[in-house]
C-alpha cells in the first residue's frame, strides 16, 4: 500500500460526537473528505441540521443523531442508531465537551459534575460501547480522543478551569490507559490536544485574553478551520497503524515553553 492510500478513509463509517460546530464540525468535514461515512451527534437538532447543510455544500453527506451525552442511559440508543444505519463504528471521535470558569474556592458544585460527566463520563461509556459491541467483535477500529493543551499545565494567571484543566488530563491518560488494554484488539486509541481556537467555548476568555495567547505562541497564531484536520485524519488512518496511546498537541507551539 502506498503512502497516499494509507492515509484514504474510503467506505469507513465515524462517529464524531459534538460534531454539529466548532472543532467537531471540521473534522467531521476532514472525515468526510477522505471517504469517510460520517455520523455526527449533538444535543440540538437544528444546529446539526445546518451541519448537515454545511457538510453536504462541501460533498459530504453525513447522518445525524440528536443525543445528549450527559444523559449517560441514552449512550446505548445513539450507537443502536449508528450501527442500524451502517452496520459498524469504525472511528470514533471523542470530542463533545464542557467548560466552566469560576475560582476554585467558589466552584459551583454542579459546574464540577457537569464539565466532569461530559468530559470524562461520557467518553467512558460512549467508548465502552463502541468498543464491546463493534470494534472488539471486528478486532479493530480507531479511537480518537479530543483532549487539550489544558490537561498538559496548570491554568494561566486569571483563568479559573479547574474542571476543565482536569478532566483534559484524565482523558490523556484514559486514551494511554486503553491503548495498553485493547491494543490486543487491533484497536488504535489516540488523542489530540488543541491550542487556543476560536470557537462558541473559547470566546469569552479570547476576547480576554486572545492578544496575550497570541504574542506567547512560537507561530504568532491562533489556529484555524483547518488545523485540526491533519492530525485527525492520521490518527483515524492506516497512516498510524503503529501507533498508539500517544497524544498530539497542536498548539502553534505554545505547549513548548
Not at 458544585?109 to 461509556?125: E, G, I, Q, T, Y
Not at 470494534?135 to 490537561?151: E, F, H, L, Q, Y
Not at 484497536?187 to 469569552?204: D, H, L, Q, T
Amino acid at each position: 500500500m502506498g503512502i497516499r492510500e494509507r492515509f484514504r478513509l474510503d467506505g469507513r463509517v465515524a462517529l464524531v460526537t459534538g460534531g454539529s460546530r466548532g472543532l467537531g464540525l471540521q473534522m467531521a468535514e476532514a472525515l468526510g473528505e477522505m471517504g469517510c461515512k460520517v455520523v455526527i451527534s449533538a444535543r440540538k437538532a437544528d444546529e446539526l441540521d445546518e451541519a448537515q447543510t454545511h457538510l453536504k455544500r462541501h460533498g459530504v453527506e453525513a447522518k445525524t443523531v440528536v443525543s445528549d451525552l450527559q444523559q449517560i442511559e441514552r449512550i446505548p440508543a445513539l450507537v443502536d442508531d449508528v450501527l442500524a444505519a451502517h452496520g459498524r463504528i469504525d472511528i470514533l471521535v471523542n470530542n463533545a465537551g464542557a467548560t466552566w470558569g469560576a475560582p476554585t474556592e467558589d466552584y459551583p458544585d454542579a459546574a464540577w459534575h457537569k464539565v466532569m460527566n461530559l468530559n470524562v463520563n461520557a467518553p467512558f461509556f460512549l467508548t465502552r460501547e463502541v468498543g464491546r459491541r463493534s470494534m472488539i467483535p471486528r478486532r479493530g477500529g480507531k479511537i480518537v480522543n479530543i483532549a487539550s493543551i489544558a490537561g498538559l499545565r496548570g491554568m494561566g494567571r486569571g483563568v479559573h478551569t479547574i474542571a476543565y484543566n482536569t478532566s483534559k488530563a484524565a482523558m490523556i491518560n484514559f486514551t494511554r490507559a486503553l491503548a495498553s488494554e485493547w491494543g490486543r484488539y487491533g484497536i488504535n486509541v489516540n488523542a489530540i490536544c488543541p491550542g487556543f481556537f476560536p470557537s462558541k467555548m473559547s470566546a469569552g476568555l479570547l476576547d480576554t485574553i486572545g492578544d496575550e495567547v497570541i504574542r506567547r505562541t512560537p507561530l504568532q497564531r491562533l489556529g484555524d478551520d483547518d488545523d485540526l484536520k491533519g492530525a485527525l485524519v492520521y490518527f483515524a488512518s492506516d497512516a498510524s497503524r503503529h501507533v498508539t496511546g500517544q497524544y498530539l498537541a497542536v498548539d502553534g507551539g505554545r505547549s513548548a515553553i
